[in-house]
């Protein structure tokens, strides 16, 4: 009979062990796989929802600064949802709700946005009517609440309030039950006309840049 050298085995089973993973070695890494997944997908899912409120604001804003913009160079004065349902005022609300403008006729639209275009407007750009949003009917809408501040909001010719008072919108995720931890966005459209986009404080109830340090900037407690 026949017997292995101590240095032939050695490497025998070196070679027999290089050929695939040890049950030791699946284990540990099915392990490493499931723990990266569960805290992974959590993240990755939050940060999905928050783009969702982030374009939707940015969206808002783009449309806010337009209507202005329009309003200066038509010399036009604007009321922002001058008959609107008080239980609509800072009330978080659907988009559709308060400013999607596209599916209401001329007299409904009023009611939200007010800019009446009369016999002296000529041209294509008096056919169109005014509106909140640079773009209507995106996606985004059916994943935000948002929220005004204020009803029979006045602007005149210079884009400007008439009282010289801030309008606040507040965009969140409609998911914030389920993710405390998703981040409330607002714009301010100041009473001098100046438009701002930032991060909701509920702490202080103020409109950042960022979120300040152990400030509550989600829906938590509302």
Known sequence: MKYLSRSKFSRSSRKRL???????????????IGLATTWALPQFKRSLEQSKVDRYT?????????LKTRLQ?????????????????????????????NKFNAEERGKYLD????DRDIGLESETPFRYLQR????DKNNVEILTSSEKYKL??????????????????????EDKRLN?????????????????????????DYCPENHNCNAKNT
């Open 156 to 177: 005149n010719n210079l884009g400007a309030n008439t009282e010289g008072k801030d309008l606040v919108f507040r965009v969140r995720s409609n998911q914030w039950k």
């Open 18 to 32: 290089n050929c695939g993973f040890t049950l030791i070695e699946m284990i540990v890494v099915i392990t490493i």
């Open 136 to 139: 209507e009917g995106t996606s």
């Open 58 to 66: 940015q969206n808002l804003e783009s449309g806010l600064f337009n």
């Open 73 to 101: 160079k038509s010399s036009k004065k604007c009321t922002f949802f001058d008959k609107i349902s008080n239980q609509k005022v800072n009330t978080y609300t659907k988009p559709g709700q308060l400013v999607e403008l």
């Open 184 to 208: 409330t966005r607002c714009i301010i459209y100041s009473g001098n006309g100046h438009l701002y986009r930032g991060t909701w404080s509920y702490t202080d109830s103020r409109c950042f």
């Open 115 to 118: 800019c009446l275009i009369d």
